[in-house]
C-alpha cells in the first residue's frame, strides 16, 4: 500500500509538469498584448516596451518558463499585473470561497443522494421510487445557471427569502481568520452572522449540488440493487437481520465503491460549475477571479489559478482511487 | 523416413518480470525456455503438459503470434525469425491454428460466411463466387451445412463451433495445423468426433498436425510421436507407443500415472498393471532437482532410436 | 469435396430459427425500453424543430418591435417578448438548430480524433501509448468547463470557436473509452485467431478491432452530444460562445438575466428548451447503454 500511494505520488510529476506546461502555452497564446492591456490604449509606445521588458515578455519562452516553474518550486505564485500584489497572498480568499462552497455542495449531494438512492432501491418500483427517479433525471439534464437564475429569481427577488448575491451581510462584516466564513462567524462568536453565512450559501449550494445530487442518487440506487439481490445480502435476510441491518452494514458497504468514483468525477464538474455559480451568485471565488483575470489580460493570475484548481482536482482523485485500494480488497494496486 | 516439414530449435520466450517503486525489471519469467523438435510431413506431434508448462506459448511463437526471444524456426527450410513482417504473414497461409475456446476464437460479430472467407480474402485467394464456393463446399466437409452460413457464432453449439474454427483453418489449404487444446473445451462426448474429424481431415488433406493438450489420453488418441513438456522444457520425446508404454522420465512416469483409468474395477486387482515404468540405459542419469528448485537443467538426449530423454551422461 | 463427417443432429433444428445480429437483438432490447423511446423521441422533435425552424417561427430571430418590449406571452408572441421586443418562440426554435449543431458536430470532431489517437495508444501501445494516455491524463485534470474557456480565450469568442473548444474537452474521454476497450479486444481469442490466418493490422483494426467497440461509443456519445449543448450554452452564457444576434440559448439567458425580475419569461423558455433537449440526449443515451451494452451499465 505504502509502495503503491509513493509510486501515485511520482506518477503525478509528470502530470503536473504537463499541466503547468500546458497552461503556460495557453496563456501565451491569449491574443492581446498584456503591457498594452494594463497600461490602456492611450500609452505611449516607449511606456509599453519598458513594462513589457519589466514583465520578462521579451525573454525567449524557455527561460520564461524557466523562471515561472523555479518561482512555483519556491512557492511563489507570481505577481497579479492588475494589483501588483503577489498572487500568494491574494488568491487565498477566492479560493476559500470556492472551498467553502463546493464543500457544503458536495455534503449536500452525499447526503441527499445516498439516501434518496437506498430509499429508492429498498422501495423500488415505489411511487417514491419513481418520483426521485425522474427528479434525478432531470437534474443531470439541468443546465446550472440556469437553475441558479430560477432560484434566484424565485426565492430571493419574488419571495424575497434568500439573498441574492454575496456570501455575508456586509453591512456588519465580521473579522476574517480562516476566510471560511461559517469557521470566522463562530470563531468570532457571531452567531447571528453565522445565519446569515447560511442564509447566504443555500441557494448557491443548492444549485451546484444538483448535478452531482442527481448522479450520486441513480449511481447509490443501481448498486444498491445489485448487492441487494446478491446472494449474502438474501442469506443476511434469511439469517433474519433486520431490514435496518441488512441495509446499512452489508449493503452500504458494498455500494460505496460506484459511489466514491463518481464523487472523484464530480468533483471536477464541481469545480467547473463553480464558475457558473460564481458568476450567477456574485461569489467572490477563484473560477470569477479567473475569469476576470482572463479580461483583464492578468497573464500570472489565470496561469497560476487554472494550475491551482487542476492540482486540487488530480489530487482528490488520487485521494478517491487511494480510498478504493483501501475499501476494497477485490482492488489489486499494480 | 519421410522429411521433416518443422524444425524448431532452442526455442525462448522470457517474459519481464517488473516491480518495485518505478515498475523496474527485477527478472525473467522463463515461460518456455529452449525447447527443440522437429516435425514431420503428415504426422501428427503431440504436446502434452501441465498448464503453464510453455506449451501453448510453444504453439504461438511458431506462427510467431507471440515473438520468441531466442531460437530458429525453420519451415519448409526456412527461418521464419528472419522473415518480415509481411512475409511472415503469407507464410500464415500455410501454418493455421485451431483455438482452445471455441467461444472465444471467433469474432461475435462476424457471421460464419465472413468467418471462413476472411482467410481467402486476406491471401487474395479466389474470387467472390469461389470464395462463397468454398466457403459452402467447407462446412459440409466438417459436418456442417452451407445452411449455416449466415448465422452468427452464438446460435451454434460448442462442438459446431470448434467445427467452424476447425473449417477455419482449413480454408487457405495449409499443409501444417497447430491445433492448441482443441477439444479440452468440449463435453466428453463431442471430443471424440471432433477428434475422428481431425482424423479423417488429416488423411483427406495429407496435413501436419502439432497437438497441444494436457490430457495424455486426448494425445495419445491421435498422435504418432509425443513431445513432454515440464516448466518450459521438454524432458522427454519418443514415439507415441514408447512413450505409453516405456516412459523414462520420472516427470512422464507421474503423468502417465495420474490419467484416470477407464474401467476401475477391471484394473482393481493389480493397480499398478496399467503403466509399465521402463528404464533407462545405465550410462545416463536423471537429475531432476530441477523439478523443485531452479537449478541447471539437462538437455535432450537420444537414449534408444527416436527416445529422447532430458538426462545426462554419467 | 467429400463429406467426411457425420452431421451432428442438432443442425436440423437449428434449421428453423433465423440469423440474429447482435445490433438486431440490441435493437429489440431497445424498442421495449420505454424512457428510452421518449427520450428518442424528444430529440427527434428537437431535430425536426430545427430542420423545419423557418417554416415554424412565426417571427425572424432579429425581427425586433420596440414598441412591444418584454411583452409576457400571448396568443400573438407565445413565449412573450425581450428587450429588443424580438419574439422567444420564434429565437427558441431558432436555438434548436445551433445548439444541435454545436452537440452533433463537436461530438463528432471528438470522436473521430479520440477514436483516432486511442487506437493508436491501445493497439501499438508503448512509448505511442504512454504520450497518449499522459496527453490525456493533463487534459482530464482541469475542470472541462475551464479547459474550454482557456481555448476560447485563446481562439476568441465566437460560436464556431466554443465549438471547437468543446471538441477538444472531449477528446480524452473517447480516447480513453477506446483505448480500454481496444485493449481488452486485443486480448480476446477471436484476435489471436485473426493474427493466425495471416491478417494484417490494419484489417484486423478496421474488421475485427472497431466493430467490436462501437457499441460503447454510440453510446457514450449520445451522453456526450447532452453535455456539450450544455457546455456550448455555458459557453455563451459567460459571452465566450455564440455572439449577437445569434438566437443561442445560452446567450438568450445572460441577455435576459437582468430583465429577470420584469419579464421572467425571457429566461424561462430558453433554459426549459436546453433542459428537454439535453434530457432527450440523456434518456436516449441510458437506452442505447442498457440495449447494446449491458456491461457498461453501472
Redesign the interface.
Known sequence: MLTYTIRRLLMLIPVLFGMTFVVFFIIRAIPGDPAQVILGQQATKEAVAQLTEKLGLNDPWYVQFFHYVKGLLSGDLGESLRSSAPIKDEIWPYLAATLELSLVAMFIAIFIGVNAGIISAWFQNSWFDYVAMILALIGISIPVFWLGLMEQWAFSLELGWLPSTGRENVRDPVEVVTNLYLIDTLIAGRFDQFGEVIRHLILPSLALATIPMAIIARITRSSMLEVMRSDYIRTARAKGMRMFFVVYKHSLKNAVIPVLTVIGLQVGLLLGGAILTETIFGWPGIGRYIYEAIGFRDYPVIQSGILIIATIFILINLIVDLLYVAIDPRIKYN | MTKPILQVENVKKYFPITG????KKIGDMKAVDGVSFHVNEGETLGIVGESGCGKSTTG?ML?R?IEPTEGTILFDNRDLRALPKKEM?????HI??I???PY??????H?VEKILE??LI??GIGNEAERKKKVS??L??????S??A???P????G??RQ?I?IA?ALM?NPKLIIADEPVSALDVSIQS?VL??LK??QK?FQLTYIFIAHDLGVVRHISDRVGVMYKGRMVELADAEKIYQNPLHPYTQQLLAAVPIPDPEYYQADEQAAIQFGTLPSKYVIDDSWMNIDSERDDLIEVAPGHFVACRLK | MPVLAKRENETNELQLEEAVSPWREGWKTFKKNKVALVGSGIVLFFIIIAILAPLLAPYGINEQQLSIRNNPPSSEHWFGTDDFGRDIFSRVIYGARISLWVGLVSVAGSVIIGCFLGIIAGFYGRWIDTVISRIFDIMLAFPSILLAIAVVAVLGPSLQNALIAIAIINIPNFGRLIRSKVLSVKQEEYIMAARAVGMSDGRILFHHVLPNSLAPIIVQATLAIATAIIEAAALGFLGMGAQPPQAEWGKMLADSRQYIIQAPWTVLFPGIAIMLTVLGFNLMGDGLRDALDPKMKS
Not at chain 2, 518495485?20 to 515498475?23: A, R, S, T, V
Not at chain 2, 504473414?89 to 497461409?93: I, L
Request: no cysteine; hydrophobic share 30%.
Open positions: 518495485g517503486i518505478l515498475g504461438r506462427l503470434l504473414r503469407k507464410v500464415r497461409r493455421q491454428m483455438f482452445q475456446d472465444a476464437s471467433l469474432n461475435p460479430r457471421t476472411e482467410p486476406v491471401h463446399d467447407m459440409e466437409v466438417v459436418g456442417l451445412t445452411y449455416h449466415r448465422r452468427y452464438h446460435q451454434f453449439s462442438g459446431q467445427r474454427g477455419r487457405t468426433q475422428n474429424l479423417d481431415l483427406e
